[in-house]
């Protein structure tokens, strides 16, 4: 990493956890709060995040799309984007501090992850593949969203969390279906197939079908919200297998850009 991404990354990370803690600190010890505050510092980490992209994206010459370290700084950006958006008021105070620890857990991750900046090769110079990744960025970050709501739910359980956990997971269900749909195509340009039981393919799909499985038992049965939520959260375990999937098959998976 070049010496502006890095300061900008771990002022970043600095902030996320500054906020993660006091937002913590004033709630479970009833101290004055001020969540404006909080939502203030985590906006300005998520500017030092866009910065560190920024940097990234001028020294390698292609947004971050190659490696785990990219991946995790985009994926987290989406991720940030979603709970900025999603919780604006102060009475969502205890989700948005469990989401963003989610997001603190994955961002920190790229400390440890392989930060060599790599070429485009050839292979992924399409327009699909941008279309492919953000709309898994945004399917994984509602997913892990939807799981810190769930957390907060199973400590405080109030009706708006159930119903915020329900639109979020749905939310993700629908792009993870258009990240399939478009990596499918993609698939066909650049392998000759549309489907090929590759095991990122295979977890993606699996992921898939277990939350649309949640969500229409959700719909149908009407799950009570506790057991609604463990689910959730158990579900996010084929999200991280889809997300670093490749890794435990290293030579066995076709999607070699997410090596690193």
Do not use: C, Q
Request: charged content about 15%; proline content about 2%.
């Amino acid at each position: 990493m070049e010496v502006f991404e890095v300061l900008f990354f771990y002022l970043s990370l600095f902030l996320y956890l500054f906020a993660n803690i006091y937002g913590f600190f004033v709630y479970f010890f009833k101290k004055e709060f001020y969540f404006k505050i909080i939502y203030k510092i985590t906006l300005l980490a998520f500017i030092f995040h866009f910065l560190t992209i920024i940097f990234r994206s001028l020294i390698s010459k292609h947004i971050p799309v190659i490696g785990n370290y990219e991946n995790i700084l985009m994926g987290s950006f989406f991720l940030i984007i979603i709970i900025l958006l999603f919780f604006k008021k102060e009475k969502l105070i205890l989700p948005f501090l469990f989401s963003l620890s989610l997001n603190i857990i994955l961002f920190g991750m790229a400390i440890f992850a392989d930060a060599e900046k790599k070429p485009l090769f050839a292979a992924l110079k399409s327009f699909w593949l941008y279309i492919h990744i953000i709309f898994a960025w945004l399917s994984y970050g509602a997913f892990t969203v939807a799981a810190g709501v769930s957390i907060a739910y199973l400590i405080k359980k109030e009706k708006p969390l159930d119903e915020i956990i329900f639109k979020l997971s749905a939310f993700g269900l629908v792009m993870d279906a258009l990240m399939i749909i478009a990596g499918s195509i993609w698939a066909k340009d650049l392998w000759g197939s549309y489907w090929s039981w590759d095991p990122v393919e295979t977890w993606s799909l699996i992921s898939f079908l277990l939350y649309g499985l949640i969500l229409h038992l959700k719909i149908t049965l009407k799950i009570g919200g506790k057991t609604f939520a463990y689910l959730i959260i158990f579900s996010l375990i084929t999200v991280l297998i889809s997300f670093w999937g490749v890794n435990f098959f290293m030579g066995k998976s076709l999607h070699i850009f997410n090596v690193g």
